[in-house]
């Protein structure tokens, strides 16, 4: 039986729902997280899960610093094994232009405490030995120790399973029809499975949002954009870093057991919800690959697949309140919200739970697009 | 003890107890959970017997628990061969 009231419903059990039910549900809060399909069935699910604190705006930059802090010490707080790792990224610097943009970034970076620097085409090798300096048309890069992984089920696991021992429950295959508004005011969620009456309503269906969203009458700016993946066979263990760079959209890693997973973006994607893996992206991304590592081309890929982008105007997420009093956005995360939603879910709770926020977030809500929009710029993928 | 995956050396044992712990209603949250099929067949032994198991544990049919498995099988391929030509 389902029950019929919470605190809080969470729509989405991606990883920032169940960060968020984690957060609240420690905070004493009765909450409900709903799903039309399971745990990690979302954007969650098939991702890269890298975790990269080395961004150009300082919002990025700080939500992922204070995310890594608590990552650093999250298989003990969730006595849950999360896969966690620091192997660091390394991202390429292709001329002069790039240079000058990562002088800025790791300035800003530094000045907010992280360990990050510039470095040349040698140290790439010795960072990364299988890389080929002119095959990237790299002329160096910047190195952040401190960045890594996750697995991305066990997080959103371990946070759900730590969730359900602190009373939250969680619902599955249980699709939200529609959100209950009276008087400005949240009132309850229509499932496919019964009603649930609630004053307080999050909203992190990925790449769903928008439609969400709809339910209770709000617009968002979101828009889906499907993004693909693959993973090789296993290989001997090479090297611990993420490697990117924005000219060439390219990102991949090791992982743990010996595959290289990684990704590299369409030039003609267009948004919508498009599922099939295309062969183009497994050319371009195996040609790529083997520029950036020869050695690479005689490697076998096993799997391919996709899953989607959920993509603001200015590629930062959608968090905080609306003016729905208890209609609450977590939303917009592009291609990092797994990385982010540690400090994310903190910030929300404290939000819910009318505490003082380690941070502030009012620069993340929706009320931005009204005004002029400043865009992040080290995106990739 | 039964192994179910060779590749990925999980049991039946295994299966079962995470069928019962995560209340699992598909194959893709075993693939999850477990890493189930992910080896180097990709799943070809491995996942109709899981899905059997997981049919008996939850009472619903073998095609409804294999019918969100949308990923298509990729068979090994190598890089070289499906890369974009050099010359542009
Ligand atoms: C190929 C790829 C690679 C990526 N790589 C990285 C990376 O390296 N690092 C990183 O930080 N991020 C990465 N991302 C982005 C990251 O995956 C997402 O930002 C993040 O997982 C979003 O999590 P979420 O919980 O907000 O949403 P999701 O995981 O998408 O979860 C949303 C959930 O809402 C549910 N839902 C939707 N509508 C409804 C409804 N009406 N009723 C009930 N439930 C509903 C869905 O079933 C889904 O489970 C990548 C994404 C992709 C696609
Ligand atoms: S037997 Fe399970 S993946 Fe090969």
């Given at each position: 039986m389902m029950k019929n009231n919470a605190?809080?419903?969470?729509?989405?059990?991606?990883?920032?729902?169940?960060?968020?039910?984690?957060?609240?549900?420690?905070?004493?809060?009765?909450?409900?997280?709903?799903?039309?399909?399971?745990i990690a069935a979302g954007a969650t699910g098939r991702c890269g899960a890298g975790i990269r604190q080395q961004w150009s705006t300082k919002e990025n930059a700080i939500l992922a610093k204070k995310s890594v802090e608590i990552f650093e010490n999250l298989s003990n707080e969730l006595n849950y094994d999360i896969g966690f790792r620091q192997g660091g990224y390394l991202i390429a610097i292709h001329d002069e232009?790039?240079?000058?943009?990562a002088k800025k970034n790791v300035e800003m970076q530094k000045s907010i405490g992280l360990d990050v620097r510039i470095i040349d085409a040698d140290e790439i090798k010795e960072i990364v030995p299988i890389l080929e300096p002119k095959g990237m048309e790299a002329i160096g890069a910047t190195f952040c120790p401190t960045d890594g992984h996750a697995d991305p089920f066990k997080t959103a696991y371990g946070y759900a399973m730590a969730a359900i021992k602190q009373g939250a429950r969680f619902?599955?295959?249980?699709?939200?029809?529609?959100?209950?508004?009276?008087?400005?005011?949240?009132?309850?969620?229509?499932?496919?499975?019964?009603?649930?009456?609630?004053g307080v309503v999050v909203n992190a269906a990925g790449a769903w949002s928008k439609q969400v969203a709809k339910m209770a009458g709000i617009e968002l700016p979101n828009k889906p954009v499907r993004k693909e993946a693959l993973v090789t066979e296993p290989i001997k263990r090479i090297f611990d870093a993420m490697v990117i760079s924005f000219r060439h959209g390219i990102y991949f890693s090791q992982m743990e057991e010996?595959?290289?997973?990684?990704?590299?973006?369409?030039?003609?994607?267009?948004?919508?919800?498009?599922?099939?893996p295309t062969f183009s992206f497994l050319q371009r991304m195996a040609y790529m690959l083997g520029k950036y590592a020869p050695v690479l081309k005689s490697i076998n890929v096993m799997r391919q697949w996709t899953g989607y982008y959920d993509v603001t105007p200015d590629a930062l997420p959608i968090l905080g309140k609306t003016s729905i009093e208890g209609f609450i956005q977590c939303n917009g995360f592009s291609g990092h919200g797994f990385m982010i939603s540690p400090m994310v879910a903190r910030l929300l709770a404290q939000l819910i739970n009318d505490e003082k926020l380690d941070l502030p977030i009012e620069r993340l809500s929706i009320n931005r697009f009204k005004g002029k929009v400043f865009k992040e710029k080290s995106v990739v993928g | 003890m039964k192994i179910v995956c060779r590749c990925e050396d999980i049991t039946e044992e295994d299966i079962i107890n995470t069928i019962r712990k995560y209340n699992v209603q598909t194959l893709v949250e075993l693939k999850q959970l477990l890493r189930l099929g992910m080896g180097p067949c990709q799943g070809r032994t491995c996942l109709p017997i899981a899905a059997r198991i997981l049919a008996k544990e939850t009472g619903k049919s073998v095609e409804e628990i294999m019918a969100p498995m949308a990923r298509p099988p990729v068979i090994p391929t190598p890089l070289w061969l499906v890369s974009e030509d050099d010359e542009k």
């Open positions: 605190d809080v419903v969470i729509i989405g059990a991606g990883i920032n729902g169940c960060a968020l039910a984690y957060e609240l549900s420690k905070r004493g809060k009765d909450v409900i997280v709903l799903d039309r399909r399971h232009n790039d240079m000058q943009q619902y599955k295959f249980t699709e939200v029809k529609k959100i209950r508004v009276k008087d400005n005011e949240i009132k309850s969620v229509v499932t496919d499975r019964g009603e649930i009456k609630t010996g595959q290289i997973l990684g990704g590299i973006p369409s030039p003609e994607e267009k948004t919508g919800y498009h599922t099939e | -």
